[in-house]
């Protein structure tokens, strides 16, 4: 690829698996990135972001500094992640936030999960394993393992059927 013509920032602190695919116009800082997995166009991922093995980010997602996403996980497009559930720009004293005002919240996607378009999810919540979560769902709490889950708060739907 001409190196003039690519809009990928990838910075120097990135660590990446063999076989990664990272397309145009994204932002990836301080963060890991497995074997096999796809970044789609326009995503950014922060510092102390992991993404597993065999993962596929599609386009115009955010994945925020304290996710961490398990091998196998599919994320949707413009999938929006949060990391502080009581976001401020300043300070008590009126000054600009800095990394010493707040604390990151943890977010924790199981192996095997999949994340539908514009998703929301909080702070401080797990998707556990094999889930699925619909389209345009805001998680606010924890998901179990193997279950349908969508919504405006998300809620469970039923569970995933083994047999298919």
Known sequence: MDKEKDFRCIA???KLGKNVKIYQFTNLYGCTIGDNTKVGAFVEIQKNATIGKNCKISSHSFICEGVEIEDNVFIGHGVMFINDKYPRAT?????????????????????????????????????????????????????????????????ILRKIDEKK
């Not at 919540?125 to 979560?133: A, F, L, P, Y």
């Open 12 to 14: 120097s602190d990135v």
């Open 91 to 155: 300070n008590s004293q009126g000054e600009l936030q800095t990394e010493n005002d707040w604390k990151v919240e943890k977010t924790l996607i199981k192996k095997g999960a999949s994340i539908g378009t514009n998703s929301v999810i909080l702070s401080n919540v797990t998707i556990g394993e094999n889930s699925i979560i619909g389209a345009g769902s805001v998680v606010t709490k924890n998901i179990p393992a193997n279950v349908i889950a969508a919504g405006n708060p998300c809620r």
